[in-house]
């Protein structure tokens, strides 16, 4: 099986080097339906659960992990 994740925004040690990170985070958050911004562990987990046994018919396809945000345009 083959599939794209394809997070949006997402909180990570690397994002701490943006300037005026909690104004950017604030900004993205925002424009979700969500309401706040990806961290990690929402990519991990669609991730492992594209890798597991329980995929059994997701093939093909492309995962945004951005909180909706597309949904917005």
Do not use: W
Not at 25 to 41: D, F, H, I, N, Y
């Amino acid at each position: 099986m083959t599939n794209i994740v394809r997070p949006g925004f997402t909180l990570t040690e690397k994002a701490d080097d943006i300037p005026r990170l909690a104004d950017v985070a604030a900004l993205e958050a925002e424009s979700t339906p969500t309401g706040r911004v990806s961290v990690p562990a929402d990519v991990a987990s669609a991730v492992v659960y594209l890798a597991s046994a329980s995929n059994t018919h997701i093939n093909g396809q492309t995962l945004s992990i951005a909180g909706g945000r597309e949904l917005r345009r």
